[in-house]
């Protein structure tokens, strides 16, 4: 880090030099956001991508840093800047190791979400104090956080988390899909009423941002091989919270390495620790689209409990250890965040209704949806005919 | 990854797509080649450049990748590359976590450096298996590991080595000065009695790998903010091996993250890595240029042990615990590095001989080396002013 | 350009080294080819993005490079592999200067296409003869030029030449959208008896390149501004064709330079030349979107004479002098264009049946089609007032 | 380009969004300007570097960003800046076609640089009264492009001209070398009494630079190719001035094209010309390396007579029509262009004083000049032995 008069500069791989003020360094150096310099931002993906490895605290910056430009952008006062500068530097202070994967766990288990964990860490930590200290209003920013105010800015659809995020994991995982027009869409977000909306002129950068992310969840983030090694942590750290290998304590505060380490302990979630380690992965044995299933095929996946079930008899009737079925809890939530509102002669519109691409991504995120079901290399052959025997009364005639 | 026929294709941040081979790709799902995805390239750099968290394990790939384009480009026989690039991408399997900084204490103890442990775990794990059961000559790959055969294309000074982790360290810290020519450099590499050799008309290319390597280390590598981390690791890992926090074979099997937990369970060393992870470093309290030293001052720096008496005498000086004085060990060595000849009308020369830019560059590395004496924040300014007084007398006057 | 060996390599801004074979050099090195150098590949647009100089010349040289790789990737034997880059390098060398304006005058006089064109220079020319003189079939060659065999490596809608295209015009414009995964859509076209098609697992991969360029064009091929100078243009070179400033010899020889030093010398196409190159563009007076139009309005949009006639009502009506009525000819073969043949389970399907994005996007295409009517600025407000009147009655109610 | 409020944004290959005020678009489109857009930076180093078509305009516009860069960070009062920026962009605008090629002509002829033809075309042209319409010192500009005030920031020997042609050519060419730390530059820039000078901090990113500059001299702009075609187009000018192919005054008017159309005229110029236009370049015969030259060399590489001389004999002994003895006129000058002053403790040092890399850099440029004698292909055997005794008596024992 170079110091360059009051301000200081980070270097980011993706964004160059990212100028920081004094408090917003001493921010960065609390323990809380320290800590997610050992978070990876894509959790397990790295066993696919192997350059995948950047972490939630340089995304922290670079969310940051574009938030930044959209407030420059739309002239906000300079307080409001600063205030929004901060939330978007904590907005993932919240996050536990391996984010997502825990997150769907813990909200299961109505443990909250990293948005109200990162609020409680910032009231009662370094954070807190920091931001007292020096003028900044604490219940302003755990306001934004809590998606209140300008907070679209940084949370909506195109907001500056996911515009940093596509551009960062495109950086590091080498796939240029994800490679958007920051500077155009930075021009095109104004705010209406406190709300985050585009302007007409800006549907087509709105469009490239929503087919950027749609082609790397389709080619990165649901990999197929990343959804599996995904889906073995999740079921060691259940494992492990059941036997008690670990408790909710120590997945609130552990890292990647030490959750894993911890996990180790476990039997169960041992032995899946140390596939994912030496990537011994699953291999998929069957997979199910589910445009192809019935009424009964839908009403199995419609909750958690019918594809534990499924998982169970499978293993049954396979005679087998170990399956996985894995459909992405979370896909149901995805059709909701897409919602963008288009602003055309100070009328408001949804861009669904404006874009048949938008629409278009989104059915085919749907139609090509599918469950996974994965086993170790030696049992595949005979859980695929399983499955095959077992899911053909799912599916349509 | 993509499967892409017998060819497996692996995703690089750096080169695009790496065409691996079946047995390349067995070789690289053994136990310890997946270690590497645990050890930083970088070590501690993160902590200056957030985006440092690249490993030696995507450092390997690159490394096959560019040693089987050089193999390529010399024409050498298929059996002869596919060793070449086996011997490649095994050239870092013996590095232990935090690899650099445990290196040095290792060799201090004389306990091997990481090529020979590289040789011993192939022999004795699961890669010597893959190789024999695979027909390739274990010994063939040991012998390049060892410096032998036609290794200098991946490890003498213009080798693919050091192009790769140029190129990476580029690309993750987000500065531009090791952006090599890559491509160029392949093509004036040859092989003249087995060593690897630059000819004349590629004195250019040479020059400026070396100069984005010195550029490198100014900027990066030497940045007075990582060498202080790292030399902080370094006292760690000591004083846990010396008060039996570690043992020496921890050290060995230890990744980067376990070996950090190893080190928080030690009362000094835990202290320090405490330290590292809240990135509450050491401040710079006072720099000393070695091109000013007199020769009670060269006398002094000669070896590790005057280094720590000088220490043990600032510390006590200023009535303060910790003080680190950190200069680099390992320069030294740097300047044999650059041995590089260049074939000339098949005359062979040193290429300093030809080149003042390069012996420029040498003395430059040599006149701007400093030691640096750090300490914790709150006890810079004794520790400056007791260091004033102490360094006058081995000073030039 | 480096000599290396029997081969050469020509450095390129979008793939780095191109490796040139002997014979290539000298086809690169024939008057035909060295013409391309002459003609942007992207004629007027650099007045709007001011990097897009970049021409045909470097883009023949790019599209061989990629040909090469696909026939390697689809092991076709050295002599194919050798006719199909030579195919693909000399693909462009039918056109004439301001390659698409110019080559939407010519076709509708008539007067062939640059394909057509491309072989009777190829034929009749220096290129004929290296082409023989080093053993290529120059049936071969002009076969694939013609649309047969296995030309579709080149030219389907997935081809080298509209990758290497949205390559390089991203690189030139700096607008991103058009950064494609080229390594990964070279392994993903295959050959079907004869006839390029793609792999159902490449079905990814071939909707990002249909997206990337349906970016491209909606943000830079149809920008407003390069509609309107590239319509200006055309009025120029129409204009000097009827009063015989210029003559059809003329246009099939000159390049960009000539043609518009040729221009100028015209009345009106001077006219019209020295505002294009002072950067003096007409303005957007009204826009009219296709989707809005009524039955008569479609009909008189279906053939050039009515929209002639069109440009010559608003013109009396508004008495203003100059008009033009810009509405992206050729824009129905477009449709045609993005036919692809997904290959699954060895049955044959159309892209657009398995894509809803490929859908979406012809349809949003056709959605957003939209004549311009363009004038010089001081004309705007009457011109406009004129149009609202003019097309109320070819609005749908 | 994008309208955003009462700014504009063009994309820029290089710098991504350039904001442009709406003074400076009018500055941007008036006729002087534009017709940089058909001035090729590199002239004609695209016959080498097929990609290096930019043109003097994107510079222009490369050079006013990089320039309000620094000044922002220097906190220089708006309309300071404003002035600062404007004389960026307006810097190159006496530029004639093949600027550098022309410029050695020009100036051996007396006939000024383009500094003062620059001044001279903004105070009777259009650009003069753009300025003086809307509030800007028309002698302000003028004597910033002078050299006078703080023009420094744009052009000594750090300043934004040499930043921003180095990223370019590189981002054209292909080759990496010229990809400097531009963000780190603009910060380590300061004004002493009015000059631009180099914090001590800054000396590494000082050398950086040098040394982009010197790889792409060697590798790029003193590539031999480049320089056989660039005499041959010095060539072809004089001799079409000598004859009165051209006028003066043509010569200050024409654009790149202009020009090559009328040389094309004179006889030999058109020769010379044709040859350039087809890529038929001369062949280096002999090249002649300076440090080897006696005092009776050296006398004669003193001044162009002595090489016209040589030259003459050349041909007469070998008894063919062409031959060019190229050396890099104004080789001489680059010495002092690197004089850059270094701030330290508020006292000044010349650059070169503590920097042996940039004394390296400097020698080995000279070490390495040398002379080309190039002739057609045909005649090349002939000319080298003729050289081989001619030079003999030139040469040091």
Redesign the interface.
């Known amino acids: 880090?170079?110091r360059?008069g009051l301000m200081h500069?980070?270097?980011?791989?993706?964004h160059?030099?990212i100028p920081v003020s004094d408090v917003e360094l001493k921010l960065i150096?609390?323990?809380e956001m320290?800590?997610l310099?050992?978070i990876?931002q894509m959790a397990v993906a790295?066993?696919?991508?192997?350059?995948a490895?950047?972490?939630r605290?340089?995304h922290s910056?670079g969310t940051m840093h574009i938030t930044g430009q959209i407030c420059e952008n739309l002239s906000l006062p300079e307080d409001e800047k600063g205030a929004m500068r901060a939330a978007a530097l904590l907005h993932d202070v919240g996050h536990t190791a391996f984010s997502h994967e825990s997150e769907g766990i813990l909200v299961r288990k109505k443990e909250g979400n990293h948005e109200e964990r990162g609020i409680e860490r910032i009231r009662n930590g370094r954070i807190g104090e920091v931001l007292e200290e020096n003028g900044y209003g604490l219940e302003d920013i755990c306001s934004i956080m809590a998606g209140k105010g300008s907070s679209g800015i940084i949370n909506f659809a195109l907001g500056s988390d996911r515009m940093d995020y596509l551009l960062r994991d495109s950086?590091?995982?080498?796939?240029?899909?994800g490679?958007?027009?920051c500077?155009?869409l930075v021009?095109t977000i104004k705010l209406k009423d406190g709300r985050a909306v585009i302007e007409w002129g800006g549907i087509?950068a709105a469009?490239?941002l929503l087919?950027a992310r749609?082609?790397m969840f389709?080619?990165v983030y649901y990999h197929h091989?990343v959804r599996i090694a995904s889906a073995m942590l999740c079921r060691s750290v259940e494992s492990a919270l059941e036997d008690g290998s670990i408790s909710l304590e120590e997945l609130f505060s552990c890292?990647?390495?030490?959750l894993?380490?911890a996990l180790e302990k476990g039997k169960r979630s041992g032995e899946l620790m140390r596939r994912i380690?030496?990537?011994?992965l699953y291999k998929r044995a069957y997979e199910l689209e589910f445009y192809r299933l019935n009424e009964n095929g839908r009403e199995l996946f419609r909750d958690y409990k019918g594809m534990e079930e499924a998982e169970e008899r499978i293993k049954e009737k396979s005679g087998v250890d170990e399956v996985i079925l894995e459909c992405k809890q979370g896909y149901d939530e995805k059709f909701g965040e897409s919602k963008v509102t288009i602003v055309k002669d100070s009328k408001e519109y949804p861009l669904e209704s404006l874009?048949?691409?938008v629409?278009?991504?989104k059915?085919?995120e749907e139609?090509r949806r599918r469950a996974i079901i994965a086993c170790p290399r030696e049992d595949k052959k005979r859980v695929a005919s399983v499955c095959e025997s077992f899911f053909k009364k799912l599916i349509k005639g």
């Open positions: 880090m170079l360059v500069v980070i270097k980011d791989a993706v160059g030099d150096d609390t323990p320290q800590k310099r050992e990876r790295y066993l696919v991508y192997p350059g490895n950047h972490t605290f340089e910056l950086h590091y995982t080498g796939v240029a899909y490679v958007i027009d500077g155009r021009h087509e469009e490239s087919i749609f082609l389709s080619s091989a890292n990647d390495a030490e894993g380490a380690r030496n990537r011994e874009s048949e691409i629409v278009a991504i059915r085919t139609m």
